[in-house]
C-alpha cells in the first residue's frame, strides 16, 4: 500500500489487490459496478471521438454511446477469444490489453484502441477473431455489436 491523496486514505496498487478480489466474487461483482458506474460518463466523448465513426453524424454516433454495452474485464480474463465468431466493436475505454494468436503476444491495445472494426461492418457470417484479445490490466471496454450498429444506422442511415 501506498499512502495518497487526502490524510488518512490509503491507495491499494491493483497487483496487491487481485489476488484479494480473486477469492471474493461478491468484491468483483461490486468492483465491476463501481468502475461501470463511475466510467459511464466517458461513453459518449469516447464514441464521439473514435476516428472509426469520423464522418459519422453526431446523432448516430450518441445512439451508439447509448445502446453500447459497458463492461470490465479483469487481468487475465479473456475479452474476445481468437477463432470464435463474433460481429462486435471492442474499444479499450481505459486499460490495457494484449492480442495473442496461438500464445504469442502480438500487440498491445491501450485506451481509445479498437478491435473487431471488420466483424462489426462486415457480414459476420464465418467471420471469427483473429486473436484472443486479454487484459493485462484491468480494462473498461465499450462493446458495439453489429446490431446495435445496424439500428442506429437505420435510424440515422445518411450516417
Known amino acids: 500500500c501506498s499512502k495518497s ?3 488518512g486514505s490509503w491507495m ?3 497487483e496487491k489487490a487481485m489476488p484479494i478480489i ?3 466474487p461478491k468484491a468483483r461483482k461490486h468492483f465491476t459496478s463501481l468502475i461501470i458506474t463511475h466510467l459511464q460518463t466517458s461513453v459518449p466523448s ?3 471521438s473514435l476516428p472509426l465513426f469520423y464522418d459519422f453524424d453526431n446523432k448516430f454516433k450518441t445512439l451508439l454511446g447509448l445502446w453500447c454495452e459497458k463492461r470490465v474485464y479483469f487481468p487475465g480474463q479473456h475479452i474476445v477469444k481468437e477463432g470464435c465468431g463474433g460481429s462486435r ?3 479499450i475505454n481505459l486499460g490495457r490489453s ?3 494468436k496461438k500464445g504469442i503476444k502480438i500487440r498491445t491495445y491501450d485506451s481509445g484502441s479498437l478491435f473487431g472494426s471488420n466483424l462489426l461492418l462486415s457480414d ?3 467471420k471469427v477473431y483473429l486473436g ?3 487484459a493485462v490490466q484491468t480494462c473498461h471496454v465499450v462493446i458495439i455489436t453489429r446490431q446495435v450498429y445496424l439500428q442506429a444506422l437505420e435510424k440515422y442511415p445518411g450516417a
Do not use: M, N
Open 46 to 48: 469516447l464514441i464521439l
Open 124 to 126: 459476420p457470417t464465418y
Open 89 to 91: 466493436l471492442c474499444v
Open 98 to 100: 494484449t492480442l495473442e
Open 132 to 134: 484472443t484479445l486479454v
Open 22 to 24: 480473486d477469492k471474493h
Open 12 to 14: 491499494i496498487a491493483q
Open 5 to 7: 491523496g487526502a490524510p
